[in-house]
């Protein structure tokens, strides 16, 4: 299994032959998709989709209701392409068994309707890989690799941290890093390595196209 960063939430996994590609939004640069044997969104906001990017590839689209309905009216000549899944669907996706979890974003504020969101589990070989979205809501089931939010306007650092220690996966790589200065990442970058480390998970923040 091999895990790229491509900018913000972007990840690019490769597996047994397959690409999937997660979450190109207008943060991450262009050619993320190239290659790609599939591409899941898990939600509208633009830092998670963007048309562009899923323009660049003829694979197939994975992702919830409400994206489609965003396809279908801004970018209808992706509307072939979707496949919508459901809250715990499973589908496999070039081959790779995914599983769809939880249905919503996180509180952005309380007087503001939530969003619809899902997190997707893949499972290569022997290794899970959890992207959450924009939310914490964990898979309730083992996960070896999270890919753990670390700064965004729905989340205070504590939060973050809490939610990847409840996970408990041994691994934890940083998405979600674009809304802080350099000197805010560095600030959440030790709270996350300092809790995690003391619960003998490790932590790390991969630069833009740095593999794990």
Same mark, same amino acid.
């Given at each position: 299994?091999?895990?790229?960063?491509?900018?913000?939430?972007?990840?690019?996994?490769?597996? &047994?032959?397959?690409?999937?590609?997660?979450?190109?939004?207008?943060?991450?640069?262009? #050619?993320?998709?190239?290659?790609?044997? $599939?591409?899941?969104?898990?939600? *509208?906001?633009?830092?998670?989709?963007?048309?562009?990017?899923?323009?660049?590839?003829?694979?197939?689209?994975?992702?919830?209701?409400?994206?489609?309905?965003?396809?279908? *009216?801004?970018?209808? &000549?992706?509307?072939?392409? @979707?496949?919508? @899944? #459901?809250?715990?669907?499973?589908?496999? !996706?070039?081959?790779?068994?995914?599983? $769809?979890?939880?249905?919503?974003?996180?509180?952005?504020?309380?007087?503001?309707?939530?969003?619809?969101?899902?997190?997707?589990?893949?499972?290569?070989?022997?290794?899970?890989?959890?992207?959450?979205?924009?939310?914490?809501?964990? !898979?309730?089931?083992?996960?070896? @690799?999270?890919?753990? !939010?670390?700064?965004?306007?729905?989340?205070?650092?504590?939060?973050?941290?809490?939610?990847?220690?409840?996970?408990?996966?041994?691994?934890?790589?940083?998405?979600?890093?674009? @809304?802080?200065?350099?000197?805010?990442?560095?600030? $959440? &970058?030790?709270?996350? #390595?300092?809790?995690?480390?003391?619960?003998?998970?490790?932590?790390?923040?991969?630069? &833009?196209?740095? *593999?794990?």
């Amino acid at each position: 299994m091999r895990l790229t960063k491509l900018g913000h939430s972007c990840i690019r996994i490769e597996h &047994d032959g397959a690409v999937i590609v997660l979450d190109p939004g207008v943060f991450t640069a262009p #050619g993320a998709t190239d290659g790609a044997d $599939a591409v899941l969104i898990t939600h *509208e906001h633009p830092d998670h989709y963007d048309a562009a990017h899923l323009r660049a590839t003829d694979a197939p689209i994975f992702t919830i209701a409400a994206v489609a309905a965003q396809i279908r *009216e801004g970018a209808p &000549d992706l509307a072939e392409r @979707v496949t919508i @899944v #459901g809250p715990g669907e499973a589908f496999a !996706p070039a081959g790779i068994p995914v599983t $769809a979890v939880g249905e919503l974003h996180a509180v952005i504020h309380p007087e503001m309707q939530r969003f619809d969101n899902s997190g997707y589990l893949l499972t290569l070989g022997d290794t899970t890989v959890f992207h959450p979205g924009d939310a914490l809501t964990g !898979p309730d089931r083992p996960v070896d @690799v999270l890919l753990a !939010p670390v700064c965004a306007p729905w989340m205070k650092v504590a939060e973050g941290i809490d939610f990847a220690r409840s996970v408990g996966a041994p691994r934890n790589v940083a998405i979600h890093d674009r @809304v802080y200065s350099d000197a805010g990442l560095a600030i $959440a &970058d030790n709270h996350f #390595g300092r809790f995690l480390g003391a619960a003998g998970l490790d932590y790390r923040r991969l630069a &833009d196209g740095a *593999e794990l």
